[in-house]
């Protein structure tokens, strides 16, 4: 699940939009992905503790807030490139 591109989004549209929360609906149109994928990002987002929904639980309403950073990408595995020649 592509949690980072969510969680960008809704950074992307608060800065946007200079407020404190987004709808569900905003991050939709914001990376052009359809409701359940979306759905599904934003919610391993909020099981990872990196948003948080606000709303009042009624169907597609979340109302989504930042909560945790997220860290910085680190690769644990060198590239392909890098291994070229090394054997």
Same mark, same amino acid.
């Given at each position: ?6 969680? $960008? *989004? +809704?950074?992307?549209?608060? *800065?946007?939009?200079?407020?404190? =929360? +987004?709808? *569900?609906? !905003?991050?939709?149109?914001? #990376?052009? #992905?359809?409701?359940? =994928? ?7 987002? /909020? !099981?990872?503790?990196? @948003?948080?929904? /606000?709303?009042?639980? $009624?169907?597609?309403?979340?109302? @989504? ?10 690769? /644990? @595995?060198?590239?392909?490139? !890098? @291994?070229?020649?090394?054997?």
């Amino acid at each position: 699940v592509k949690v980072r591109e969510a969680v $960008q *989004a +809704v950074e992307t549209a608060l *800065a946007e939009k200079a407020g404190k =929360t +987004v709808m *569900a609906k !905003e991050v939709e149109e914001c #990376l052009g #992905l359809d409701k359940g =994928t979306i759905s599904k990002r934003i919610k391993k987002a /909020i !099981e990872l503790g990196y @948003l948080e929904d /606000i709303g009042d639980g $009624q169907g597609y309403s979340m109302k @989504l807030k930042l909560k945790e950073p997220m860290p910085e990408d680190t690769h /644990i @595995l060198p590239a392909p490139s !890098e @291994l070229e020649g090394s054997a």
